[in-house]
């Protein structure tokens, strides 16, 4: 599965990576992503039970595991400038 080829991939770039932002971004991409692979080994697809409305707009349906992948793609992409903040001090 190529998901599972990803998680490995991340998880070289978690062992060497020295930014704990970036390791906790790889952590969270991971974790979402063997989430979704163990759900549609189980159960032969992801079960998407998060569905919101707002007003008589609907967004997608998702599920915890999508959440941790999105949130660490989005960490991942903050990380450096959160990086560099946090070695400025302000």
């Given at each position: 599965?190529?998901?599972?080829?990803?998680?490995?991939?991340?998880?070289v770039m978690l062992v060497r990576t020295a930014?704990?932002?970036?390791?906790?971004?790889?952590?969270?991409?991971?974790?979402?992503?063997?989430?979704?692979?163990?759900?549609?080994?189980?159960?032969?697809?992801?079960?998407?039970?998060?569905?919101?409305?707002?007003?008589?707009?609907?967004?997608?349906?998702?599920?915890?595991?999508?959440?941790?992948?999105?949130?660490?793609?989005?960490?991942?992409?903050?990380?450096?400038?959160?990086?560099?903040?946090?070695?400025?001090?302000?």
């Amino acid at each position: 599965m190529l998901a599972l080829a990803v998680c490995g991939w991340l998880t070289v770039m978690l062992v060497r990576t020295a930014n704990p932002v970036e390791a906790i971004a790889y952590g969270a991409i991971i974790g979402g992503a063997l989430g979704n692979v163990l759900d549609r080994i189980r159960f032969r697809g992801v079960t998407d039970f998060l569905d919101f409305y707002a007003g008589s707009t609907h967004w997608p349906a998702f599920n915890m595991a999508d959440v941790f992948v999105v949130g660490g793609v989005g960490l991942l992409l903050i990380a450096p400038w959160l990086s560099a903040k946090f070695q400025t001090g302000t």
